[in-house]
């Protein structure tokens, strides 16, 4: 008899759990997965990417319906949003990706789903629902929730948070979100563009912290153009219920306090890892409240249990959580010993424009004290871009003193796709003569990464003393037009 009941138990049906699940089942392992709630998915599917960016197309189409005129239509006279229509067309898209994370999809590849919060009794053995459960190896993929900082006053007042704000039935007359990382500036321009009035706060002295200072700025500038109010170097106070609106106490940089009025209040301070309840102590498996501790392996402090995904408190995105399940199918099963690489790792907000970024970024480049150089390309200077009606933006690629690319930067429309070909650029070690050379269509907002990597190789090629060895060989005789000549005709 098995001295386990399964090969792998997974806990968690989000992004990691599930590419983990389905992967090891059809390399033939006798596969559990245990899920707290009543549906797979996970965070992604119901409380993140898929509503957020749903919530996002809407409303940028309702911000294109008020912009009409900009693009020669008539002027539309656009009726107030009735968010209870918003919020079911997310679950409708919420409801067509959930067949895809089915219980029955999982069973059919060979899972055994289990509804229920599970925790660890030893390092082989979890319980679910009052049952005990082995597994010879253990995977943890739990995800995050929201942080909600202690803040006086703040427990006591409703506030939303990822979990609430795709879910409402109205839509705040004003909102003010606490936080500027990538969700909040996303619903701050989302509700913005919607028809409420927005004001952010954030403690640090720019938006979106851990990019560049000047792409961060750019997109602030935008969101400021659309109308939201900015507080940067602000520390909330206090939060105070007034009944139907709340009261948001802040003091700026210069301890100043101000007191800010709103309807609803969304907390986007950040993620906490879901440790609390599952027993990580009987495991033996380390963790603090950043995470659980994994080696490149993704190996907690006990070999056969694995952690993948927010949970380890490093890359909290549902491409890193699918990354690292395949990280685990390979070390786990096929007993590769892959480990996981982020040199490449892409991400992107999917405010509008997009910031996307790959690789290092400047302020990665001088912590790391690299000697880098910038090459830029503007969107304006994209025929499509501006066709599109996008004016700004822009393109930046961070090369070291060998001319090898450690990253790329996009602000602009489609950045998130257009990031993609620098994933395989980088990934595929390709040569920048390869991207420059390559034919793109015409008219493309793609056409933008050829530009910037031929932009680096033609000072080179056009220089003057390749001009000269030219003109040398093949007897070619040089400028047929000077500098302000360009008006007189031939008889002159
Ligand atoms: C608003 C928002 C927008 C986002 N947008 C993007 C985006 O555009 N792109 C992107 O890449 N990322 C985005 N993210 C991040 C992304 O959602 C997460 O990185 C991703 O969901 C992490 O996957 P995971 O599997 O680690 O965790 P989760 O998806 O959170 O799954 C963990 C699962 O474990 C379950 N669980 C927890 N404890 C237990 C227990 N004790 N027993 C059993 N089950 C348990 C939970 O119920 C949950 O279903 C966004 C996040 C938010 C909040």
Redesign the pocket.
Known sequence: MARFDYDIGI???????LTVAAGVSQLGAKTLL????ERLG???LH???VP??TLIKTAHVYHLMKNAGRFGLPEVDVQTVDFRKVSSRIQSVIDQIQHHDSEERFCGLGVKVEFG???FEDEHTVAVKGQRVTAKRWVI????SPAVPRIPGLEEAPYLT?KEIFYMDYLPKSLVVLGAGP?GIEMAQAFGRLGSSVTVIQRAGQILAREDRDMADAVMENLVREGVNMHLNAAVKQVRDLGHTREVVLEDGDGFEQTLEAEAILVALGRAV?VE??GLVHAGVDYSSRGIEVDERLRTSQKHIYA????TGRY??????GYEGGIIVANAVLHLPRKADYTWFPHST?CDPELASIGMNEAAAVKAELDYKVWREEFRNNDRSLAEGYETGVLKMLVDKREHVIGVQILGPHAGELINEWVAVLNGKLKLSTLAGAVHPYPTLGEINKRVAGSLLAPKLFSESVRRKLQFFFNLKGRACEPGAASRTVAD
């Open positions: 806990i968690g049906g989000g992004a990691a759990g245990i899920e707290k709630e996970g965070d992604c409380y993140g990417c957020s960016k919060a599970a925790s993929a739990t995800g995050s990822n969700v879901n309840g599952l993948a995904g927010d949970v909290q995105f549902t491409h890193a959580a999917y």
